[in-house]
């Protein structure tokens, strides 16, 4: 939805007023689904803001960021396949095409790019990782930062080039969901997630509503159904009657024909035998 798109290019202490207005402004064209969706998307945090700006302005850099990172977990995967001999070099590659992003950011952060360095290195190595991170990053419309891939990937947050490590068990890896960086609550203190609970919660009771409204729609609908059948069933009796009738009057009116036929022919006797009896008397 271009409009939902157009609201990351904003700033992030003007995201929720302006995503608060344009879902007020769908619900007046009827869109009242694009408005729930509206309503449930997150102001971004200061790091996922940064890199949408530089997709925004600067999309090249984002698209070699990204290549590179994929060259360097493939680099990766070979090393720990038992073939390191590329791992430098695209570490190298990587290094550099990240630090120019990140150098891109700051003309965007300004004196917090220190400390969402971290973040906006690990973001973008994430998404090298992963095809529907990436495909938000390059359309600028990331919502928050992502921690440092913890395996598959030939580098840390410093760019030291590391062996690969395992992957974590399934339920740390689910507790280990992205979550805004305490740093960046500390360095951008309007990103607190306040907003973002109440937004949550509005966006449930507009949900809420909009389920309400299609059980109404839809109960409305099963009344008109059922009226259209008993009124269908109304005509179908109507037409069987006069069916009824047709036959009725057809039936009478063969029988009125017969008759008149009956007493054409008896009168045609009747005429031939006066005839026959006039005859007679002449020649008497």
């Known amino acids: ?151 598959g990937f030939g580098l840390e947050v410093d760019g030291s080039p590391v062996a690969p490590r395992p992957a974590r068990a399934p339920k740390e890896a689910a507790q280990k969901k992205p979550t805004l960086s305490q740093a960046a609550l500390r360095v951008v203190p309007d990103l607190a997630p306040d907003d973002d609970d109440a937004a949550g919660a509005e966006a449930e009771a507009e949900q809420a509503k909009v389920a309400e409204e299609q059980a109404v729609a839809a109960k409305a609908e099963r009344a008109a159904e059922r009226l259209r059948l008993k009124e269908r069933a109304g005509r179908q009796r109507t037409a069987d009657r006069l069916a009824r009738e047709a036959a009725r009057l057809v039936h009478a009116a063969e029988a009125t024909e017969a008759e008149a036929q009956q007493a054409r022919a008896e009168a045609d006797e009747a005429v031939r035998a006066a005839g026959a009896a006039a005859e007679a008397v002449g020649r008497a």
């Open 1 to 151: 939805m271009e409009e939902a798109d157009a609201l990351y290019a904003l700033a992030p202490e003007t995201f929720v007023a302006a995503r608060n207005a344009l879902a007020k402004q769908l619900r007046k064209e009827s869109r009242k689904l694009d408005a729930t969706t509206v309503l449930a998307l997150r102001r971004p945090s200061a790091a996922a803001w940064a890199l949408n700006q530089v997709a925004r302005t600067e999309p090249a850099l984002v698209t070699r960021a990204i290549e590179a990172g994929v060259e360097l977990r493939a680099a990766s995967e070979g090393a720990g396949a038992g073939d390191p001999s590329g791992l430098r070099a695209a570490t190298k590659t990587e290094r550099q095409a990240a630090n120019e992003v990140v150098q891109a950011a700051a003309a965007h952060l300004g004196g917090r790019v220190d400390a969402q360095r971290s973040a906006l290195l690990a973001t973008l190595r994430v998404a090298a990782l992963d095809g529907d991170v990436a495909g938000q990053l390059e359309r600028g419309v990331l919502s928050t930062d992502h921690e440092q891939p913890g395996f």
